[in-house]
RNA sequence: GGAGAGAUGGCAGAGUGGUAAUGCAGCAGAUUGCUAAUCUGUCAACGCGAAAGUGUUGCCAGGGUUCGAGUCCCUGUCUCUCCGCCA
């Protein structure tokens, strides 16, 4: 949710940024600021009323203190007239509020000048591209049939239990994902991440405070015994931790790190690319946010993608980073980079990672403030990223390090698989 | 799941209808010849004001009664104790 002073100061600059995600924003942002102006002057007019008032029920006590009965009860008329006034302030006040919010609710974060304009993800842009793709033999098959061939992922089976979407991972598919979960969260730490476990139902607020209600109410799971939603990213839990808390500034800058399931519907996406591991409903991620303070929030998200970098390097992967064009760009985010792995026997590239800057967007709606130099309060930025979406890196590691003789597991892995070979 | 008790500022803790004591911590200022003491000020949200200031709101949440609610009534949430169940 953007600032309302921010919006006052900067409106032509946003709508003109704004453009760049094929977004409008004039005829809104006029909507916004007049609703403000009225918010202001309606308190200004309820303020002067609930003094009158309070000053009136004081002098009332008063009088009924010294027994003057009859004075008080000729007061008490007078009140009768404010109480009206007021309630009908009160409730125009709460409309205006309530408009004014939902007004806000709509306008996506503004993105940074680095972000290409653009109608969809065809105009994102590839800034680095490193490893071999290697040249696979023509038996090179793609991960599902080569999780059927190793019996490492049971795809039925989860039909059974479940449904579409479910998979069971078995024998070293099972232990090659807890290896890669151990492996990324020990990089994680060793990055200076605290390590968390968080819960994977959420409660409503929650999901409004990281912005997931309420577009996006038809992607999570939704618990209606308790009315509580399955996480359909850490990042909900993660970043909910400091909802509505004012932080000291010593205290940051804040880099939490977790792995947990993921639960998303997906409804409506079927086909050829949600075959396999590709997109599932339920997925294993390892998660990093950042919370900081503002000046440094983009110096935080050059380290992040360093961060990711590094991880893919040592597992010798193919992958690229692509910065992403407005079109694209998440609702939320400033400025977006996604990972992409690329998958040999499938030939196209398949995201595994996406690091964002929200800068205030999150911490406003989350109210996440901090005391600055000043002693002034200021909203923080957050940012989050995957290091990394299990199923995907997955995919693309059993389709790129398939050999005639079997799947040879990256060097940094078999401290953590405790085998070299799926054969 | 059953029964009972409770929820007040960063923390501790008073307050049963008249407008939130007090203590500790933190922060700021003053003062005293130094790891400290003492005194004063200091909660948050939203406004108004050039500023000094100043108004409103906030005692778990949402409603209600009242001129006036931390206090009374209704609903919900959470916590604690006991019982039941249980990895």
New binding site residues.
């Given amino acids: 949710m953007l600032e ?2 921010n919006i006052k100061a900067n409106k032509d600059a946003y709508c003109e940024a704004l453009k760049k995600r094929n977004f409008d924003a004039k005829e809104i942002f006029d909507d916004i600021l007049r609703l ?1 102006e009225e ?3 309606t ?2 007019q ?3 009323i ?13 009088l ?2 010294e027994g003057e009965t009859e004075k ?1 009860n000729q ?2 008329e007078k ?2 007239q ?2 009206d006034d007021s309630k009908v302030l009160s409730q125009q006040m ?1 409309e205006i509020s309530e408009d004014l919010q939902e007004l806000l609710y709509q306008v996506p974060n503004v993105p940074h000048d680095s972000v290409p304009a653009g109608q969809d993800e065809e105009d994102n842009v590839e800034i680095f591209k490193e490893g071999k793709v290697p040249e696979l033999s023509k038996k090179a098959l793609p991960h599902w049939e080569l999780a059927k061939k190793y019996d490492l992922i049971d795809f039925e089976l989860g039909n059974k239990i479940t449904g579409a979407g479910f998979p069971v991972f078995k024998g070293k598919g099972a232990r090659l994902q807890r290896a890669l979960i151990s492996y990324f969260l020990d990089k994680n730490t060793e990055a200076g991440y605290s390590e968390l476990q968080v819960p994977l139902l959420v409660n409503e607020e929650s999901g409004y405070g990281t912005g997931q209600l309420p577009d996006k109410e038809g992607q999570m799971y939704h618990v209606t015994g ?1 009315d509580l939603y399955l996480i359909p990213t850490s990042e909900v839990p993660l970043t909910n931790i400091y909802r509505n808390d ?1 932080l ?1 500034e010593k205290k940051l800058p804040i880099q939490m790190t977790t792995y947990t399931p993921c639960f998303r519907r997906e409804a409506g996406s079927y086909g050829a690319h949600v075959r396999g591991l590709n997109r599932l409903h339920q997925f294993d991620k390892v998660e990093l946010v950042n919370v900081v303070k503002p000046e440094n929030s983009y110096k935080v998200l050059d380290e992040m993608v360093e961060h990711v970098k590094g991880i893919l390097k040592e597992l010798k992967l193919p992958y690229r980073i692509l910065r992403l064009c407005g079109g694209d760009l998440g609702f939320t985010s400033a400025l977006t980079y996604d990972f992409e792995l690329y998958s040999t026997a499938q030939e196209r590239w398949l995201e595994i990672s996406s690091v964002s800057n929200f800068e205030t967007f999150q911490a406003n709606r989350l ?1 996440i ?1 901090y005391k600055n130099k000043d ?1 002034k ?1 200021e909203l923080v930025h957050t940012l989050n990223g995957s290091s990394l979406a299990l199923p995907r890196v997955i995919a693309g590691l059993l389709e790129n390090c398939q050999t005639d003789e079997g799947i040879k597991i990256p060097e940094v892995l078999v401290p953590y698989t405790g085998f070299e070979w799926i054969k």
């Fill in positions: 309302v002073k403000d918010r202001r002057s308190q200004v309820l303020d002067e609930l003094s009158q008032s309070n000053n009136l029920s004081k002098q009332i006590g008063q009924f203190k008080a007061l008490k009140t009768t404010l109480k709460s308790d004012l000291e109210k403030r002693k309060k």
